[in-house]
T-cell receptor
Framework: DVKVTQSSRYLVKRTGEKVFLECVQD?????MFWYRQDPGLGLRLIYF???????EKGDIPEGYSVSREKKERFSLILESASTNQTSMYLC???????????FGSGTRLTVV | QKEVEQNSGPLSVPEGAIASLNCTYS??????FFWYRQYSGKSPELIMS????GDKEDGRFTAQLNKASQYVSLLIRDSQPSDSATYLC?????????FGAGTRLTVKP
């Protein structure tokens, strides 16, 4: 069964901390994505990557960065966590331009 | 104007009825269309994809696409309480996937 694995289901971090969210897929997919999901705002794209060491900004990249050193791993970094970054973070991958996503199970991050 | 619009609901149907979920999109050159189901506290799960005009059936689910009207829908026949979830419509153009805000469906026993 194909999988996208997010390292943490729940995280609580303090304001100002540097936070790493990890995502690993075992499907050899080229394309990987990071979204956040908030009530009333839906899914919003933070960053995505077409290939190793490639990254593109999504709709809300401010306060975030990403790293893709290996094809299977796409990391989201909160440089200095703030309370407005409290959210559900979802990683997704897909093989081709026209196919749908496979989502990870999500990380619910709370910044206090 | 929102790129992908869905009625937020909640939509409530009795068990065994047909649930009809609708979605409109603004980008005329969109190529592929998806429906995701999301249970409360869980991540979205892909349940249907459709690429050409017409109907596509998979078990109790039927996706319908009308590119001229920029409209895509999902029908759930013989609705079950386990179908109670939020359904997200997604529209893809190349590598740009846009999601609707979702319709919350409740199936009452």
């Amino acid at each position: 069964d194909v999988k996208v694995t997010q390292s943490s289901r729940y995280l609580v971090k303090r304001t100002g901390e540097k936070v790493f969210l990890e995502c690993v897929q075992d499907m050899d997919h080229e394309n990987m994505f990071w979204y956040r999901q908030d009530p009333g705002l839906g899914l919003r794209l933070i960053y995505f990557s077409y290939d190793v060491k490639m990254k593109e900004k999504g709709d809300i990249p401010e306060g975030y960065s990403v790293s893709r050193e290996k094809k299977e791993r796409f990391s989201l970094i909160l440089e200095s966590a703030s309370t407005n970054q409290t959210s559900m973070y979802l990683c997704a991958s897909k093989q081709d331009l026209v196919y749908g996503y496979t989502f990870g199970s999500g990380t619910r991050l709370t910044v206090v | 104007q929102k790129e992908v619009e869905q009625n937020s609901g909640p939509l409530s149907v009795p068990e065994g009825a047909i649930a009809s979920l609708n979605c409109t999109y603004s980008d005329r050159v969109s190529q592929s269309f998806f429906w995701y189901r999301q249970y409360s506290g869980k991540s979205p799960e892909l349940i249907m994809s459709i690429y050409s005009n017409g109907d596509k059936e998979d078990g109790r689910f039927t996706a319908q696409l009308n590119k001229a009207s920029q409209y895509v829908s999902l029908l759930i026949r013989d609705s079950q309480p386990s179908d109670s979830a939020t359904y997200l419509c997604a529209v893809n153009n190349n590598n740009d996937m846009r999601f609707g805000a979702g319709t919350r469906l409740t199936v009452k026993p």
